[in-house]
């Protein structure tokens, strides 16, 4: 019989319909990803269970519902731990899943941690400061221009316009601005106005690899090149997303950061690492994510998948086959590479 697959994630439109904001759901998922991803799963030759979130998942297994592996992209709400919710709960129960740990979850959304465990292997990082409160402003030692956003937030929430700093005076008022707003604190870097770049990776541990390298340019160039939170939701006019082809040197440069990075961080089965230039053009980490999106069009893992020219299914039944591989579950390849 087929293995079965169990998919866990927060849907948007069940959250916007209890009140919950637009940028609140920025990080979850639509519909219609979580319908494309399930064709692709079973295309791969599995069979497939909507879940749902972490607290459906909690009362299914409580009743006893199991599955061979979940396939867990679910962001969860609440706190810089609530990406570690459903994997801690999976292995509670000791069900297989897709993807990175509870530790690794929590270690890489508090982008303050992630940072220093990367610094700590000698790693490029822009230096940075933590502001928990207004009074820790006073004894950062940054160069300006420096920049600012929530430490444990995805999709780009609290960056726009205002996010490049260029004074104290500004720097309090941004920081004033999303501690309020987000009820967490602020990381502030140095600004780095270099190039920028994800990078896609398929793999766990020593066995890793680069998928590829996207490129990331606005489209506008009136407005600072900041990757912010209404670019990524209107990607579609805002952005240029492609292949870094004019610096094989850079290339080799950025995958070899990003791949070790990934690999300190102990990500696993796939993942992006987001990676931007100083201004003497030297690779710097800005921030791993270990879940990333996976609309086939719209996510930017699916995207540098495509401009390699690996299909949706292929990405998708490569991180299953990755997943089972490593829990040692065994797994049924009926998928075919293209």
């Known amino acids: 019989m087929k293995r079965l697959v169990g998919l866990v994630y927060d849907l948007r439109s069940e959250y916007l319909a209890e009140g919950y904001s637009e940028e609140d759901v920025a990080e979850f998922d639509s519909d219609a990803t979580i319908r494309l991803l399930q064709e692709a799963i079973e295309r791969c030759g599995y069979r497939t269970e909507r879940i749902g979130h972490g607290q459906t998942l909690s009362l299914k297994l409580a009743a006893g519902h199991r599955w061979d592996m979940v396939f867990n992209i679910a962001e969860g709400i609440g706190g810089r731990c609530r990406e570690s919710y459903v994997p801690a709960l999976l292995e ?113 541990g020593e066995g890793a690899s680069v998928l590829g390298t996207m490129e990331i340019e606005l489209v506008s160039k009136d407005e600072p090149a900041i990757y912010s939170y209404l670019n ?52 710097c980490f800005i921030e791993v994510n270990p879940l990333a999106g996976l609309h086939p069009e719209h996510s930017d893992l699916p995207m540098i998948a495509t401009q390699e020219g690996v299909s949706y299914d292929t990405l998708i039944g490569t991180i299953l086959e990755n997943a089972f591989r490593r829990t040692g579950a065994g797994s049924q390849k009926t998928w075919k590479i293209s």
């Open 232 to 283: 990524k939701e209107e990607c579609e006019s805002r952005i240029y997303y492609h292949p870094l082809q004019d610096n094989p040197a850079l290339k080799n440069q950025v995958e070899q950061l990003a791949l070790r990075c990934y690999q300190v961080l102990q990500c696993r089965d796939a993942g992006r690492v987001d990676i931007r230039c100083d201004s003497d053009g030297k690779p």
């Open 92 to 204: 509670m129960y000791g069900i297989p899943y897709t993807f990175s740990d509870p530790l690794v979850c929590a270690l890489t959304l508090d982008k303050a941690m992630a940072k220093q465990w990367v610094a700590h292997h000698s790693l490029a990082t822009p230096a940075f400061a933590v502001v928990k409160t207004m009074a820790d402003i006073d004894a950062i030692k940054l160069t300006y221009p420096l920049f600012a956003k929530p430490l444990a937030e995805g999709t780009g929430k609290g960056i726009d316009q205002n996010s490049k700093i260029e004074n104290v005076t500004k720097l309090k008022a941004v920081c004033a601005e999303l501690l309020s707003r987000y009820g967490q604190p602020v990381l502030v870097e140095e600004f780095l106005p270099g190039r920028e770049f994800t990078v896609g990776i398929l793999g766990t």
